[in-house]
């Protein structure tokens, strides 16, 4: 599987430590990112406050960029890994994108119903976590492709 399939394309299979592979991809991007970040900007000078607000702004403009190039990359990436488990890529809304709905819910009431959305997010997050990131997936071929894991098959020698 080349790099494009990997973090960019939405079919097929991927074990688990070519999503652990893009994963610390996307943390070395991140810290990279950061890091340029701060050393441009350097210490706070108030004679320097528009040069900085340039760099800022640039900076967000890029960080927006890399976000959502990095948004569509993580999706597809987990979305294989869903289909090694054979799975649909649909679990993602459960994974992914019911938590965060149910966290703004969270926000906007108080007491005990607070307590039991932000409680069923973080599971749902736990659960997605483990599904994706930490279980094996099917054995042989599923609906999905082969088997990431089996063995190459060898087309018999010809005499």
């Known amino acids: 599987m080349d790099w494009t399939t990997l973090f960019f394309r ?16 996307y943390t070395t991007i991140m810290i ?7 050393v ?18 640039l900076f967000i403009a890029i960080g927006g960029v890399v976000f959502l190039i990095m948004v569509w990359s993580s999706f597809a990436t ?20 019911l938590p965060s709905i149910i966290g703004i819910a969270a926000d906007s009431i108080s007491g005990i119903g607070s307590f039991v959305l932000n409680a069923a997010s973080v599971l749902l997050s736990i659960w997605g976590f ?22 190459p098959t060898i087309a018999p020698a010809v005499s």
């Open 10 to 25: 939405f079919n097929g299979r991927i074990n688990r430590a070519k999503f652990w592979l893009a994963s610390l991809v």
């Open 32 to 38: 990279a990112l950061v890091a340029a970040f701060i």
């Open 40 to 57: 441009s900007i350097g210490e706070f000078d108030k004679d320097r406050i528009g040069e900085m607000v340039g760099t800022s702004l």
């Open 78 to 97: 987990a979305i294989k890994r869903l289909h090694d488990r054979n799975k649909s890529g649909w679990w993602m809304l459960l994974f992914w994108v």
């Open 130 to 151: 483990v599904e994706v990131g930490c279980l094996r997936g099917t054995q042989g071929p599923n609906e999905y492709g082969p088997d990431p894991l089996g063995a």
